[in-house]
């Protein structure tokens, strides 16, 4: 029986969200100018979407369907007669921790950049100079570039592990994040900080979203620092030999309409989320 992100990232019930409480950003300092266009995203879908429903440890689906799953769909058949628990699993885990770091450390399924390979019209730039090798944005700690998690359209992401500063294994502090790089002569850094930042300003804390919990620039880079997520869906997708047992997909679309739930009650952004 899947269970999806059950150990996941931190979020919340809704009715609990509050104000969420970021340390000292150093972006927040930074004018970000309105921008008329939104960016698209390649490969759209996946990103914060495609990791909303990022599998924690612990997920490993307990039947591989065989060859009548594979290709570009999964073959509807009658949903197997164990319910799916998604939702207490999802909610439990919200409440009982923050950014357990289990849900990062799925070394069955291949993370490392394997998204990447679907991503078309990845840009140049931002993939060809070298991330640094240690990252401090703002009051962060320091943390030392590890593994690449993937790239997408805009930007680059890798395991930070704090090496300094901080005392707490989680939150602000965790001892794991993912840094997103985002080069600053790419796409979207025309007019300055990428506009995920803004998005982030107003998601944060929101459920199913990663918690960023510093942002600013060093170098030639944008970075922010945020909750490391379990595997992409793609990712998941693919260590199953391209195929899902429908359960586990059932799962996955409960999990992304409850999300998608939850940002359009929080303001407009199913608009956002299409386009
Ligand atoms: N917080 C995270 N934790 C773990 N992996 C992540 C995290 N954020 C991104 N990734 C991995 O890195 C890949 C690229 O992330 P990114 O946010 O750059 O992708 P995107 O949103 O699809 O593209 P872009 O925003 O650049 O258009 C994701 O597909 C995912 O596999």
Known sequence: MPELRSGARRSKRLDDLQPPQQPNNQAENLTVPVQNKTRRRAGGGRGRGGNAAGVAKGAS???????????????????????????????????????????????????????????????????????PERVQVGSSPVYKVERKLGK????????????????????????????????????????????????????????????????????????????????????VWNSLGQSMSPNMAACIAVEAISILEKLHIKGSWSTWICR
């Open 61 to 131: 689906p307990t039947t591989r369907p065989t060859g009548a799953g594979r290709g570009r769909g999964v073959r509807l058949i009658d949903l197997d007669p164990e319910p799916c628990q998604i939702e207490p699993a999802a909610v439990g885990a919200a409440e009982l921790g923050y950014n357990r770091l289990e849900v990062v450390a799925d070394k069955d399924i291949a993370m490392e950049g394997a998204s990447a390979e679907k991503v078309i019209g990845v840009e140049e730039e931002g993939s060809t100079t070298p991330v």
């Open 152 to 235: 997408g359209g805009f930007g680059q992401v890798y395991v930070g592990r704090r090496v300094s500063g901080g005392s707490d294994r989680t939150g602000p502090d965790a001892i794991e994040v993912a840094l997103k790089f985002e080069h600053r002569n790419s796409k979207g850094c025309n007019y300055g900080p990428p506009y995920e930042w803004q998005v982030y300003n107003t998601l944060n804390g929101c459920y199913g979203i990663p918690w960023v919990y510093y942002k600013g620039r060093q170098g030639d880079f944008y970075i922010l620092v945020m909750d490391i997520l379990g595997p992409s869906l793609w990712d």
